[in-house]
């Protein structure tokens, strides 16, 4: 979640809401559901023992009933496979019009929230659950699997090498959506570091020879949940970008110290691959740019301005 997440209302009322979470819940009334944040769903909470996630409009359609049905999906496979708990899909209302997923909630807050208040052994304790996890998630035996249950990735996997070179045309792409839409936000030094990130990427080729896992696509530490008095490790959410990627993506904790960083990777199975560490680095670089493309195609200036706080904040970690 990122400071844009955090301050963007919702753009669905609960009176709206309520009629189609009453077919599910019949009891529950209006007081009794409270908005928490809005990003890719806007996200209640329900009696202190539901979440809600109603997508957002952009995603009020076919499109965000499948992402829906898919992430329901990956969740129902990943439950029984990895070490901490994720989600649970209750309910999920099946309609075009106002997709949503209603979740049992799993107890804690983000580990974004409560770090502060966490001892170094007890951040360390953490790091290393995460390593765990992380390590099962990206594990070989589980993207094995996970082809079989999800047979329209097959096509991209008859070898990693063929993964590679389909991501590697991926980016490419990526990067001049960057340079058409992103850059004109951006001043000369902004422009000129955000190239550097991506040929320094592009141009090694040891940053294509990865092997291709499950990934989150979305891990960080507001979607990592502590109990805040016992301070223990209680779950993960949000998997609705779940899919076979590169896993160096579900390792950028660059913002929460070196400490929690090097608990992670010591505990992290795979943390000897090749060009692991310019992988994130590059990752972490460009978080900027989604929110500046989509702000400018979807018209959200929030959005655009979250992407220029990030390259700003971005910059600094990362200096050329």
Known sequence: MSFYEEMNPADITVEEILPFVKKFLPNIQSKSIHFFYHGTYNVFEINQKY???????????????????????ILSFLRK??????????????????????????????????????????????????????SSLHSEILMKDFLITFSDQEELMNSSSDFNQFYKLRWKTRYEEAKEIAYQYL?????????????????NDDNFTFSPRVSHCDFDTSNILIEPKTKQLTGTIDFEECKIWDPAVDLLFFDDGPEFMKAVLDDYEYSKQKSLEARMKFYYSRTCVPYLVWGTTHNRPGMIKEGLRKIRKNMKMFPK
């Open 187 to 203: 001043n000369q030094e902004q422009q000129e570091w955000l190239t550097k990130i991506f040929e320094d990427y592009l141009n």
């Open 81 to 134: 496979r990895l070490p901490i708990s994720i989600p649970e899909i209750l309910y999920l209302h099946d309609s075009k019009e106002i997709p949503f997923s209603i979740h049992q909630k799993i107890l804690g807050k983000s580990l974004v929230f409560v770090s502060n208040q966490l001892s170094s052994d007890q951040k360390k304790k953490i790091g290393a659950e995460i390593g765990r996890f992380l």
């Open 51 to 73: 979440i809600l996630r109603v997508a957002d409009r952009e995603f009020r359609n076919t499109r965000g009933l499948e992402m829906l049905r898919r992430e329901f999906k």
